[in-house]
């Protein structure tokens, strides 16, 4: 065998080294894309649970329902507290949205947070704070949220809490 026979094996053998490890690779970055992905679900999940155990608490739960029926039987200091409350939770939503946009997210969980977002923005006190406060949310968030309350699915009009007729 000659020498330019022994160069041409070597050039075939380290193309081919050198495509096996772009294979590896790319396989190697689907799975890290995907255990990306699957953590940035649960902290974003992580987020929206913390910001509802703070109303497993009867005085805060109170608040809240009170809140939701109607912003306008509030105190100012109740009305401070349900704003920050609920702020927290839409908040912790929009960020599935953000990560939904960037592919960090997948649809089929972004679902759960639109129907239980509508859900809860279509009871009178939900739907009276979000015209007020939706200018403390990002401009593609609030597009996304106008667009589901103008237009609710029957999954996420069930979705919102079982409030009793007012009391007052």
């Known amino acids: 065998m000659n020498w330019e026979a022994i160069g041409a094996i070597g050039e075939i053998v380290g193309a081919a080294g050198v495509i096996i490890t772009l294979v590896y690779l790319s396989v190697q970055i689907r799975q890290n894309t995907s255990a990306t992905n699957r953590a940035n679900v649960r902290n974003v999940l992580e987020s929206n649970n913390s910001a509802l155990k703070s109303l497993l608490d009867e005085s805060v739960a109170d608040l809240f329902i009170r809140g939701l029926k109607s912003l306008d039987t509030l105190s100012e200091i109740e009305r401070y507290r349900f704003d920050n409350a609920f702020y927290q939770w839409v908040g912790s939503c929009e960020q599935a949205f953000i990560d939904n946009r960037e592919g960090r997210f997948s ?62």
Do not use: H, M
């Open 107 to 168: 649809a089929d969980s972004l679902v759960v947070y639109e129907n239980a977002l509508t859900g809860y923005l279509l009871t009178p006190g939900g739907s009276q704070w979000w015209e007020e406060r939706q200018i403390w949310f990002s401009p593609p968030f609030r597009e996304d949220v106008n667009r589901l309350c103008k237009k609710p699915t029957d999954e996420s009009a069930k979705a919102g809490p079982k409030l009793a007729a007012n009391d007052t």
